[in-house]
């Protein structure tokens, strides 16, 4: 049987992010490797456009990466291939497809589904079909991959070709796993964390780094769980820090011993972003989820990172985990932003498919919506009006807060009680607009003026210092605004909008 033409596939969110998970595939195919080609498309193309240049590589044979954004789009994709070609066979692998696989529409479209991490099986699958006789070889349309050897697999990172170095994210990994166990995330269902081989890892830094890769973005969970091996990643990177290097590492916020920071602290500004995943502070709902977290330990680390070093520091909350109230996620939001970390990333509650936090569902009368990202939409402690209140707090937070725009004006909307004072004026932007998205620049520095004097009682002095600081420093500068609130009335198109029972939360 001559040798199957193999096509590796998925959609990326955007262009500049990499399927790092195609490439650990296509490293380890071995004498397969010749015969198969890496294609990647973005959430913007049509899913028949994608056919369209998938067949035209006539494959035998085709891999899915399926992921919670994309999979919606990749079953349109997978309905028109087997329409149009139903002998090809299609092979699905990814977390979104690896659980509750008899419920979804794509997985009986398809002629494979690999489970769990699929170097091994994956090549597996392609030798049995190749052999011949190969289909009496494999058990069944589901093949569970098993955790291989990190010493034996072949690392991805040559794989990465001059325009991925050039213009998209570079993703490394030097470990897999997570040794702790909260509810909502995938990674609590792994064993153990397992740690790739030191220096072969080092040895494929420097082949990027020789190569012109200067932006970096580890995909570990938990960077710093093993504190030697840290230390001799961040020690590779001082070692070869100059202008462009950028380095990105999720940690564990309670776990920053002394070595750490004396080497953190060495690192210039601009080179080390920290993503750090607090997600609650409140005791009971850390419990429910079966997260430990030393809250302490957790904002010392937090305000010393912030004012004992140069890492730029990305950290998470999440909306509607079991037993958060609206009170007590606010009062965690308070405790977070005196901190003072650079972004709080303010995220809802989604029920990726396998993880344990289904338990919940009767207990905290909890309704996800049944299409990706399967958001929370209610619990007993949030009703679905308030999570929708929340919902618009976190966009406006990202688009105020978080943007880097409105540096002085964040200072006035943070100084005292900032999640009641922001939560005002997300009430006040969505009653004036009756929008989230697709509010321009420009008049979003006006509504932000407005909303500061009319929903929190801001002097217009104090309110246009702010906005035309911040304003001189954005790409608009050139653009002048118009700051009077008693004559900012919406743009054309806009409407006044009332958010429903908007009386209650006001109250």
């Known amino acids: 049987m001559p040798n199957p033409t193999i096509i590796l596939c998925t959609l990326n969110a955007k262009y500049i992010h990499t399927a790092f998970g195609l490439r650990c595939l296509y490293a380890n195919l071995a004498e397969f490797q010749a015969h198969t080609q890496v294609l990647e498309f973005t959430l913007k193309q049509r899913p028949l ?34 329409r149009l070609r139903p002998e090809l066979t299609l092979v699905l692998g990814g977390p979104e497809v690896s659980y509750e696989i008899d419920t979804q529409p794509i997985c009986q479209l398809a002629d494979y589904i690999i489970t ?73 269902l792994d064993k153990k964390v397992r740690q790739f081989p030191m220096a072969p890892f080092l040895a494929a830094l420097t082949r990027l780094y020789d190569r012109g890769v200067r932006q970096f973005k580890f995909v570990d969970r938990t960077f710093n769980l093993k504190v030697p ?13 100059d202008r462009g290097l950028f380095v990105h590492f999720e940690v564990i916020p309670d776990r920053l011993p002394e070595a750490l920071k004396t080497t953190i602290q060495q690192f210039p500004a601009g080179t080390l972003q920290f993503e750090i995943g607090i997600q609650t502070f409140n005791p ?11 809250t302490r330990k957790t904002l010392d680390n937090i305000h010393w990172l ?22 007590s996620f606010g009062a965690g939001l308070d405790l977070l932003i005196a901190v003072n970390p650079h972004e709080i990333q303010v995220g809802i509650l989604k029920r990726l498919r396998g993880t344990p936090i289904i338990r919940h569902t009767d207990s905290h009368e909890m309704i996800f919506s049944p299409h990706p990202p399967y ?101 608009l500068c050139n653009k002048r605004l118009q700051l009077d609130p008693e004559q900012a009335p919406p743009k054309s198109g806009e409407k006044t909008h009332t958010p429903h029972r908007q009386a209650r939360f006001l109250g």
């Open 49 to 82: 456009d994608i056919v369209e240049q998938i067949l035209q590589q006539q494959p035998t044979l085709v891999g899915f990466g399926v992921y919670i954004w994309n999979v919606e789009a990749l079953t349109q994709v997978v309905q028109l291939l087997k």
């Open 116 to 188: 769990g991490e699929g170097e091994s099986t994956f090549y597996q699958l392609c030798r049995d079909l190749h052999s011949g006789n190969g289909l009496s070889n494999i058990m069944g349309k589901i093949l569970p991959g098993s955790p291989p050897d990190l010493a034996a697999l072949q690392l991805p990172y040559e794989t990465y070709d001059q325009a991925d170095i050039e213009h998209r994210i570079i993703y490394l990994e030097a470990s897999r796993g997570c040794p702790f166990r909260c509810e909502f995330c995938l990674s609590s």
């Open 229 to 241: 091996q840290c230390l001799s990643i961040l020690g590779f990177f001082l070692a070869r820090v």
């Open 284 to 294: 009971e709902v850390q419990q429910n989820i079966s997260r430990r977290q030393d």
């Open 306 to 327: 912030m004012t004992q070093s140069q890492a730029h520091l990305h950290t998470d909350l999440i909306i509607g985990l079991p037993g958060e109230t609206y009170d």
């Open 375 to 475: 958001d929370i939409l209610c619990h007993k402690m949030m009703d679905f009006d308030t999570l929708q209140r929340l919902r618009r707090f976190a966009r406006y937070w990202d688009m105020i807060g978080n943007s880097g725009r409105f540096k002085h004006t964040r200072r006035l909307l943070t100084a005292e009680q900032p999640f009641q004072r922001f939560m005002l004026l997300s009430d006040w932007l969505f009653a004036r607009t009756g929008q989230t998205h697709a509010i321009a620049l420009k008049r979003l520095f006006e509504l932000v003026y407005a909303g500061l004097i009319d929903a929190l009682a801001v002097t217009p002095e104090t309110a246009k210092t702010a906005i035309l600081a911040d304003h001189a420093g954005s790409k």
